[in-house]
């Protein structure tokens, strides 16, 4: 029944997480500007302050970043059951589709996929992220320190972009020198405590060591469905230490799937070793970013295709749901329960102070993520190419600058420019 209510009663908010998940292309540098149009400017569910804040803190954490954003500011709203029903119809479209995917690799190869009708996707996503480093730029970065540290962590970051340590470090690091560089009295808001839900921390923990412990049994005692065992352990591991999004994720598939399989000693110790093929890792890797939704949806392809059995479809529909839950859960688990740690530590001001370079390194590494995308967009030499793809990053940027027009629309329109170019 409460659950029949908070649907009824957050309809027009639930109807806008599903559009953004049903458009939400270029990954979690996309999705930021996304979240800005829809969620800041249309809808006014939070505002731009909380939307950096939200950003800052879920790059502190392991897990799906634009995932752990969306499902606290469906927390916002309406505390944890609407978080939870944001979460699912954020994750749920894109799981299906690469979970669809795994099918079709199966049973076609990549070298029949074709993605060109999503070219100008990239390009769209660039400048998606421009417009909400520019719109952020001017709330955060005000000073001069806070200039500083955002230049200080678009360069780092652009320097050391696949390393997974990166984000958290500098994130922690611009909240110290905000602290030490300057002591001024910040007027802040009186904050009202939040209670924190230790069962969260608890369940993620268990969970955590009980996979563990049944995927080694599975092993040791080659149980005859160990690989569901073994799969939900690997995922939930992934879900659980990958900091960086899916740029990290999917390093981590290669190596657990492709590159330990081929190790003799690993195989002699578990020849039962989920064993994936690189070019199958990095199909479903090209086609997660050309579809809406999270990088993180990856795993229900990997997970589809780890428990493939052309006798027993259902196999690799439960593979589908393992790698899907088992990555996602983790991060709403640690989410969930941090956050409310986290906003009762902001009455302290220290905490407060710290949010400036926080906040000013995620500008940085909004500028770096522009950037770094930039170098794998065709922009010279001159061609019909490059020119609209600079088109593409121009009037996406401009067009959310100086219009009111739903990204949807935005989306639709480079769908029409691939599939006529």
């Known amino acids: 029944m409460l659950l029949v209510l908070i649907l009824l009663r957050h309809i027009p908010f639930l109807r806008a997480v599903f559009l953004h998940s049903i458009t939400a292309f270029g990954g979690p540098q996309g999705h930021m500007g996304m979240m800005m149009k829809t969620f800041v400017e249309k809808r006014r569910d939070l505002t731009k302050e909380e939307l950096m804040e939200y950003i800052s803190f879920c790059q502190l954490l392991p897990g799906a970043s634009s995932t752990q954003t969306l499902t606290l500011i469906g927390y916002k709203r309406g505390g944890i059951p609407l978080a939870i029903i944001t979460l699912m119809i954020w994750i749920l479209p894109a799981c299906f589709l690469m979970g ?7 049973s076609i190869g990549k070298e029949n996929l074709s993605v060109s009708i999503f070219q100008f996707i990239q390009p769209m996503a660039i400048g998606f992220l421009a417009y909400a480093g520019f719109s952020v730029f001017r709330i955060a970065v005000n000073s001069l320190i806070t200039q500083m540290i955002m230049l200080v962590a678009m360069v780092a970051t652009f320097i050391f972009f696949r390393a997974p340590w990166i984000f958290p470090a500098l994130i922690v690091a611009g909240g110290i020198v905000t602290n030490i560089s300057n002591k001024r009295i910040i007027e802040k808001e009186i904050i009202k405590p939040k209670q924190i839900r230790w ?3 608890w369940l993620f923990a268990i969970i955590f060591i009980t996979a563990g412990i049944l995927s080694e049994a599975a092993r040791k005692q080659q149980w005859e469905n160990r690989k569901a065992f073994n799969l939900f352990e690997n995922t939930y591991r992934f879900g659980s230490l990958v900091f960086g999004g899916g740029d990290v994720l999917i390093p981590m598939m290669l190596d657990q ?8 000693k690993v195989l002699e110790r578990n020849p039962g070793l989920i064993r994936l093929e690189k070019e199958e890792i990095l199909t479903g890797a090209g086609i ?11 795993a229900a392809y990997t997970g589809g295709l780890a428990m493939k059995n052309a006798e027993k479809p259902c196999e690799q529909v439960l593979g589908i749901i393992i790698g899907m839950v088992a990555i996602f859960l983790p991060s709403a688990l ?21 949010l400036e370079g926080i906040n000013a ?23 019909q190419t490059a020119l609209l793809n600079i088109g593409v990053i121009a009037g996406t940027f401009t067009t959310l600058q100086l219009t009111r027009l739903p990204p949807p629309f935005i989306v639709f329109f480079c769908l029409l420019l691939g599939l006529l170019f």
């Not at 799937?257 to 003799?264: D, G, K, L, M, Y």
């Not at 640690?334 to 710290?354: G, T």
Request: no cysteine; proline share 7%.
């Open 288 to 298: 997660v970013r050309a579809i809406p939704g999270p990088v993180f949806s990856i």
């Open 100 to 106: 669809a995917l795994s099918f079709l690799v199966s």
């Open 361 to 383: 390194v995620v500008v940085g590494l909004m500028w770096a993520a522009t950037i770094y995308l930039l170098k794998d967009i065709s922009l010279m030499p001159v061609s």
């Open 199 to 201: 069962m969260n921390i």
């Open 334 to 354: 640690l989410v969930l329960f941090f956050y409310p740690v986290w906003h009762n530590l902001k009455k302290f001001i220290v905490v407060y102070r710290a």
């Open 257 to 264: 799937f492709v590159a330990r399989p081929q190790n003799e």
